[in-house]
Structure formats: structure tokens, C-alpha cells
């Protein structure tokens, strides 16, 4: 079971870019999708998650600008980032919790992260 981010890169303050995680392998189901940021020198920290029906959840900071959304059929979440920021800067991690045919309860998968950088 793997996760595969895409989408990073470098942008301008107020610009947008739209970040994919695509889940793959033996999954029996994907309970909650979200992602996740570590800035330079601070701990990681929740941006957004999504569960299997839809139900979101974002951090203070980004409600109103970032969106979260999620293709079931494809295994795979998206976040839609607008009027990006300076500190918005920051490695984003996409995280699934997944039960896999070889497993009873949810375990935490991780991505490999994907670089976003805003410029002033």
C-alpha cells in the first residue's frame, strides 16, 4: 500500500495550485483522507481532512481558502490551495488511514511529501 503526492511547486503569493494523492495497492478501504504541512524548523500539522462521506475538516488558517475533496472511486484526494501565502510554505503530506485485507483496524499511511513554495 502506498501513497503517491503530486502537485507541489513554487508559486506566487494569491496564486493557486491543486495538490493529488493517489492511494494504491491492496486496500480494503479508506476510512479518512487529509493532508498535512511541515513549514521549516515547526512540527507537522493538520491542513485538512476528508472522510469517506464526504464530511471535512480544515485547520483555522486555511478554511475559506484551501478545499479538500476526495474521488472514492479512484482512491484518491485532492486539495484545491487559492490565495496562497508566504507562510504557506511548506513540505504537504498526504495521509490516509486504510484497512487492508490483511488487517482488522485502520493503520496511518503516509505519502512522500511534495514541496509547496510561495513567493512574496
Known amino acids: 500500500v502506498q501513497l503517491q503526492a503530486s502537485g507541489g511547486g513554487l508559486v506566487q503569493a494569491g496564486g493557486s495550485l491543486r495538490l493529488s494523492c493517489a492511494a494504491s495497492g491492496s486496500i480494503s478501504s479508506i476510512i479518512v483522507m487529509g493532508w498535512y504541512c511541515q513549514a521549516p524548523g515547526k512540527q507537522r500539522e493538520l491542513v485538512a481532512t476528508?472522510?469517506?462521506?464526504?464530511?471535512?475538516n480544515y485547520a483555522d488558517s486555511m478554511k475559506g481558502r484551501f478545499t479538500i475533496s476526495r474521488d472514492n472511486a479512484k482512491n484518491t484526494v485532492y486539495l484545491q490551495m487559492n490565495s496562497l501565502k508566504p507562510e504557506d510554505t511548506a513540505v504537504y503530506y498526504c495521509a490516509a488511514d486504510m484497512i487492508t485485507p490483511s488487517t482488522i483496524f485502520p493503520s496511518r499511511y503516509w505519502g512522500q511529501g511534495t514541496l509547496v513554495t510561495v513567493s512574496s
Open positions: 476528508i472522510t469517506s462521506g464526504g464530511s471535512t
